[in-house]
Every structure is written in structure tokens, then in C-alpha cells.
């Protein structure tokens, strides 16, 4: 799966439309193998995009757990910190 697309159950505040269907886009992207489809093609991958997230957000919404929410805050400095050790730090 995309590295780019990432975990947006169970936080605080939740997941925006607009993040979920970033994600659905990296996945379409992703599945077709193209992050730009050809003209004849538009329809059909914007199509997609759109079902996938339709889908992404009907799942986000019914999921249930019992664990406490995440912090966005948190979890941003956790996958910088994260990115800091792996790559060094940037200029």
C-alpha cells in the first residue's frame, strides 16, 4: 500500500472530507498505476476517487473502539521525529 496515506480512524478532531479523499486519491493512484490519467480516462478515475472515498468515510464513521482518540498534534511530531532519525535533518 502507499506510504503516503495515513492512519485516519479514531482521532481528535476526526478526519476531514478532505483528508479522506486524499487518501482515496494516493490509493487510485496507486491501484491504476498513474497519478495523472489520460484525458479519456478522467472521468472513470475521478469516478473512482469518489466511491472510494464515499466508502473510506462510511467505514471511518461505523468503526468502534474503545481505545481513547489520538492526537493529530502527537502524532505529527511522533512521524517527524521519525523522519529526523531516518533522514537527518533537513536544510
Known amino acids: 500500500m502507499c506510504r ?4 485516519l480512524h479514531n482521532f481528535e478532531p476526526p ?4 483528508e479522506i ?4 486519491l494516493q490509493y ?3 491501484l491504476s498505476g498513474s497519478t495523472k490519467p489520460s484525458r479519456v480516462n478522467e472521468a ?11 466508502a473510506s468515510m462510511r467505514l471511518l464513521r461505523e468503526l ?3 481505545a481513547p482518540p489520538r492526537d493529530r498534534e502527537e ?3 511522533r512521524r517527524h521525529a521519525a523522519a529526523v ?3 537527518g535533518i533537513a536544510s
Request: proline letters at 0%; zero cysteines; aromatic letters at 6%.
Open 64 to 66: 468502534v473502539t474503545n
Open 15 to 18: 478526519a476531514t472530507d478532505e
Open 28 to 30: 487510485v493512484r496507486k
Open 85 to 87: 532519525k531516518r533522514f
Open 21 to 24: 479523499r486524499s487518501a482515496a
Open 4 to 7: 503516503n496515506i495515513k492512519t
Open 75 to 77: 502524532e505529527a511530531a
Open 44 to 54: 472513470v478515475f475521478e469516478r473512482a476517487i469518489d466511491e472510494v472515498a464515499t
